[in-house]
Every structure is written in structure tokens, then in C-alpha cells.
């Protein structure tokens, strides 16, 4: 073999080896071209094909144990900075009137700028007047105002929180309507029985509350007037025989209400 002798050494792989490449005199590679996945065809539905129906929300209202059940988290004011600061400031008040002015006791009125703190008290409780009174009670006078007294009449008199909570807030029925009721029965009614009622204290001005607060009230209160139309339109449809069965409270289990669309 002559020293011009080029000796080629063949490649360790041959040009049929690489899978759909473009390779040049040499068979070295000049551009790979990977295959591309065929994106799979969108297959219409056969014709007729029904449409699914629009998804429904699921109702918040039940018939359980002879009664209207309403599902609604409670609002749980106690502990929000709003209320802590003002209860706060009311217990100084009545601090500083026991210290320079214990003639202005007992107060016989809510001062105008403590209603907003006894309006975040009372807002959605569904609890009697008399049970919300000593609620509140409880709370602007603890026991350390009364001293050796157990009574809280010494810091505010009987009637204040009373008056306080008829003055700013409302006890409303969401449940079936009390006009419905006295078109189905024979007997005169003067309000909704507690089984077909859902009810709830509302603060009149909604301005007395915080407007974090104000805004997530709004919202609960569209929720319940929603949850009211629904009793008010199954109370309607039904039949006889069935309204006889709740109006009397035998009737213990029923499907209230189709899901809201």
C-alpha cells in the first residue's frame, strides 16, 4: 500500500440506520426531521344527539323532622376584630361613667355611637327576642360591672338593649309566607309556625355595619331571599292531602324543592 493510499474507515452506523434524516454524500446527518403526531380529529356527535342539561345548583333548603331546614354557615361575628374593638370601647364607656358620672346609671339608651356594635351582635341570630336580649346583655355588662350584684340593671336598664335591638333590627321569616298559610288553613294564624319558618334578626341600615362586614350581609341576604321564593313555590305545588300532613307536622320527611338552575 502506497503512502497516497487513503483508507476510509466505513461509519459504525449505516445511512438506512437514521430514521427519516436528510444526510449528505458523507451519510453524516445534516437535519433530523421528527415525525409529527397526528392531532386526532374532533368527531361530531351523531345528529339528535340531546344536549347535556345546564349544570343546577343544589337547593339550600330541606323538609327534615316535620320542619324547613335551611343550610347557611353561621355568620360568627363574635370574634371579628370589629366587634372585639368595639365592645372594647364600650366597656371603657362604662368604665369612665362609673368612675366620674355613677349618677348616669343605670343608661337607659344604647349611646348613637355604640349601635353598630349592637348591630353586629344581633345580625342573622335566629334566636328570640328574649334570648337575644340576655345574649347581648351578657356581653356589654360582664359580670365584673355587676360587682357582687348579679343583675346587669345597675349599668343598663330593663328595656335599653330591648329597645335598642327592636330600634335597628327586624325579625324576618324566610320560610313560607304568612299570607300563604292563612289561604290554606281554616284557622286564623297570627304568625308562621316555628317548623315552616326560617328566621332571622336583620339590621335595618345596613350602614351601621363595617363595610367588610356589610358587603358578605349582602350576599347571605340574596341567598336567603332565594332560599324564601323556594318554600314559598313548594308550599304552593302542594297537593291536599300532603299540606294537611305538614300543617298538622305528621309528615316528618318530604323532598322539598327541584335544584336551582
Not at 135 to 142: F, I, M, R, T
Amino acid at each position: 500500500m502506497t503512502a497516497d493510499t487513503v483508507v476510509s474507515t466505513p461509519p459504525t452506523a449505516s445511512c438506512s440506520a437514521i430514521s427519516e434524516a436528510l444526510v449528505d454524500a458523507d451519510c453524516m446527518v445534516i437535519e433530523s426531521s421528527p415525525t409529527k403526531k397526528e392531532k386526532p380529529q374532533k368527531q361530531n356527535p351523531p345528529p339528535n344527539t340531546p344536549k347535556k342539561p345546564a349544570r343546577q345548583d343544589p337547593s339550600h333548603i330541606s323538609y327534615k323532622n316535620g320542619k324547613i331546614v335551611f343550610s347557611e354557615k353561621k355568620l360568627g361575628l363574635e370574634r371579628h376584630p370589629s366587634v372585639v374593638a368595639a365592645l372594647f370601647n364600650f366597656h371603657q364607656l362604662i368604665a369612665r361613667i362609673k368612675t366620674d358620672s355613677p349618677e348616669s346609671l343605670p343608661l337607659t339608651s344604647i349611646p348613637t355611637e355604640h349601635l353598630s356594635l349592637v348591630a353586629m351582635m344581633v345580625q342573622e341570630r335566629d334566636a328570640t327576642i328574649n334570648s337575644l336580649v340576655k345574649a347581648v346583655e351578657s356581653q356589654l355588662c360582664p359580670v365584673v360591672f355587676g360587682e357582687s350584684s348579679s343583675s346587669n340593671s345597675d349599668i343598663l336598664a330593663p328595656g335599653t338593649v330591648e329597645a335598642t335591638i327592636m330600634e335597628i333590627a327586624e325579625h324576618k321569616n324566610y320560610g313560607v309566607s304568612l299570607s300563604d298559610l292563612q289561604d290554606s288553613c281554616c284557622i286564623a294564624l297570627d304568625d308562621v309556625p316555628t317548623n315552616l319558618s326560617i328566621q332571622r334578626w336583620e339590621v335595618r341600615d345596613l350602614e351601621l355595619l363595617p363595610e367588610d362586614i356589610r358587603n358578605v350581609v349582602i350576599k347571605r341576604r340574596k341567598a336567603r331571599q332565594d332560599a324564601h321564593e323556594e318554600c314559598v313555590q313548594w308550599f304552593r305545588s302542594l297537593d291536599a292531602d300532603i299540606l294537611s300532613q305538614v300543617l298538622s307536622g305528621t309528615l316528618k320527611k318530604l323532598k322539598l324543592t327541584q335544584p336551582r338552575s
